[in-house]
């Protein structure tokens, strides 16, 4: 599952983040990174960009970056 198909109040742990080249260094760089915790905490009306919590603070990126981003759930097994 991705980043993106999140729901709203839910936890995840990142488990590998794609992309290449600056889009993925800047993922990186932004704290998301593999084995880290993250909740989705909104999405915008029209369904982009979504907001998350990562580290302890609010980060909000563009939904199809999102898409880069593998996660497993809370209680999901991998």
Do not use: C, F, H, N
Not at 5 to 23: F, N, P, R
Not at 43 to 57: L, Q
């Amino acid at each position: 599952m991705t980043l993106d198909k999140l729901q709203v109040g839910k936890s995840a742990v990142i488990s590998k983040v794609g992309g290449e080249g600056a889009l993925r260094m800047r993922l990186l760089d932004m704290g998301l990174i593999p084995r880290t915790a993250v909740t989705m905490v909104k999405i915008a009306p029209m369904g982009d960009p979504v907001e998350i919590r990562v580290r302890g603070y609010e980060l909000t990126i563009r939904k199809e970056d999102a898409g880069y981003i593998e996660i497993t759930e809370s209680g999901e097994t991998a």
